[in-house]
């Protein structure tokens, strides 16, 4: 089993920057894929980031975003600069028990509870 807690989320303006931690504890961080995802009202939860063998970024946050993991900290990071209002959404940590990323979120098994990121225009 493994406990996601993220933390880091607020109120920002446009073209402001924030950085999403997520510490995850229960079983070897290191093995695991690790990716963000974020979910608007009204919307699906969509892939936003992720970091395994290899890192992968959605087309709508690349350039902008950057994710990054501590494993002595057993936490992974997201860094996200020039904020846009339509980044507002809960973000969610996920991870998976494989070090291949996916950006489907049915491939994650374990998940924190959200952060709130509102971006004022």
């Known amino acids: 089993q493994v406990q996601l807690v993220e933390s880091g989320g607020g109120l920002v303006q446009a073209g402001g920057s924030l950085r999403l931690s997520c510490a995850a504890s229960g079983r070897t961080f290191s093995s695991y894929a690790m990716g963000w995802f974020r979910q608007a009202p009204g919307k699906e939860r969509e892939f936003v980031a992720a970091f395994g063998i290899n890192t992968y970024y959605a087309d709508s946050v690349k350039g902008r975003f950057t994710i990054s993991r501590d494993n002595a900290k057993d936490t992974v990071y997201l860094q996200m600069n020039s904020l846009k209002p339509e980044d507002t959404a809960v973000y969610y940590c996920?991870?998976?028990?494989?070090?291949?990323?996916?950006?489907?979120?049915?491939?994650?098994?374990?998940w924190g509870q959200g952060t709130q990121v509102t971006v004022s225009s």
């Open positions: 996920a991870a998976r028990r494989s070090t291949v990323v996916h950006t489907t979120a049915q491939m994650y098994s374990y």
